[in-house]
T-cell receptor, first 113, second 111 residues
Framework: DAGVIQSPRHEVTEMGQEVTLRCKPI?????LFWYRQTMMRGLELLIY????????DSGMPEDRFSAKMPNASFSTLKIQPSEPRDSAVYFC???????????FGSGTRLTVV | QKEVEQDPGPLSVPEGAIVSLNCTYS??????FMWYRQYSRKGPELLMY????GNKEDGRFTAQVDKSSKYISLFIRDSQPSDSATYLC???????????FGAGTRLTVKP
């Protein structure tokens, strides 16, 4: 199994630009999570999907952030417009309850200048 | 107060030492307790998983959970330079979708 696949690995963009991060979960996993990791705040849950349906987006910081999961094998996290404070590593993870523990991707390192 | 508290370190030990990593938590609803290891520029990977109170051993790693004290620990015996990473504790209630992570402790094992 290739694991959770995220793209791009690195993204550098200018303030105000739209950024789209992509994730392919492990085949058969029915829960998908988007996390953001910074030195100051650690790992923060932004949103999670169960069977492609958004269940809890209370962690999404602002309306500038949106996430979609059009099918079981693909999800996107979009930031529009991006701001320097959005600079962080964004992780996607998937799981298959009742097995506990998530499988994380390698992350997308976002830098907004 | 954060739901999960973890000393970020950094922690530096010589090769062969016993390492003790700890977390405290405030939510008594947590039932599942996990430790993740994160190497630099990689995603966290699940290391140990424990349900409720008790101990679990896997090779050089031992996880302990004391629900009465809301305190969990990870012990690494005979530590190796390859153990150098950030270790994050994580915990969730009955619903696997409510996992909360500690800040992570950065560990360096020196040869």
């Amino acid at each position: 199994d290739a694991g959770v696949i995220q793209s791009p690995r690195h993204e550098v963009t200018e303030m105000g630009q739209e950024v789209t991060l992509r994730c392919k979960p492990i085949s058969g996993h029915n829960s998908l999570f988007w996390y953001r990791q910074t030195m100051m705040r650690g790992l923060e849950l932004l949103i999670y999907f169960n069977n492609n349906v958004p269940i809890d987006d209370s962690g999404m910081p602002e309306d500038r952030f949106s996430a979609k999961m059009p099918n079981a094998s693909f999800s996107t996290l979009k930031i529009q417009p991006s701001e320097p404070r959005d600079s962080a590593v964004y992780f996607c993870a998937s799981s298959l309850p009742p097995n506990y523990g998530y499988t994380f991707g390698s992350g997308t390192r976002l830098t907004v200048v | 107060q954060k739901e999960v508290e973890q000393d970020p370190g950094p922690l530096s030990v010589p090769e062969g030492a016993i390492v003790s990593l700890n977390c405290t938590y405030s939510n008594s609803a947590f039932q599942y307790f996990m430790w993740y290891r994160q190497y630099s520029r990689k995603g966290p990977e699940l290391l140990m998983y424990t349900y409720s109170s008790g101990n679990k051993e896997d090779g050089r790693f031992t996880a302990q959970v004391d629900k009465s004290s809301k305190y969990i620990s990870l012990f690494i015996r005979d530590s190796q330079p390859s153990d150098s990473a950030t270790y994050l504790c994580a915990m969730s209630g009955r619903n696997n979708n409510d996992m909360r992570f500690g800040a992570g402790t950065r560990l360096t094992v020196k040869p």
